[in-house]
């Protein structure tokens, strides 16, 4: 049987890596780690992966987060995607 619900396949809670693609900024960085930290008050933004594009126009940051349940990752998600210097949330 086909699984319909990729949460299904997470074991809350856990660490689950969030890639946040945007617009190169002074506060990019910033901006993404603290919406995070509204949501998960123990995450280190010192392990933060920053990498960017071959033009230098975007940059990519990959966010290890522990998250608690579907809820709390879901917020995350919709929170980051609705930020304008935010183009992508993987």
């Keep these: 049987m086909a699984n319909d619900n990729a949460y299904d396949l997470i074991d809350f809670p856990c660490h689950f890596p969030i890639k ?15 919406i995070i930290q509204t949501h998960s008050k123990a ?12 033009q230098g126009k975007y940059i990519s940051l990959t966010c290890n987060v ?24 993987l």
């Design 20 to 34: 946040v693609i945007g617009e190169v900024s002074e506060n990019f960085t910033t901006i993404i780690i603290s």
């Design 43 to 54: 995450f280190d933004a010192s392990a933060v992966e920053m990498k960017g594009s071959s």
């Design 66 to 89: 522990f998250v608690k349940s579907k809820d709390q990752l879901d917020k995350i998600y919709i929170d980051l995607s609705k930020h304008p210097l935010t183009k992508f949330v």
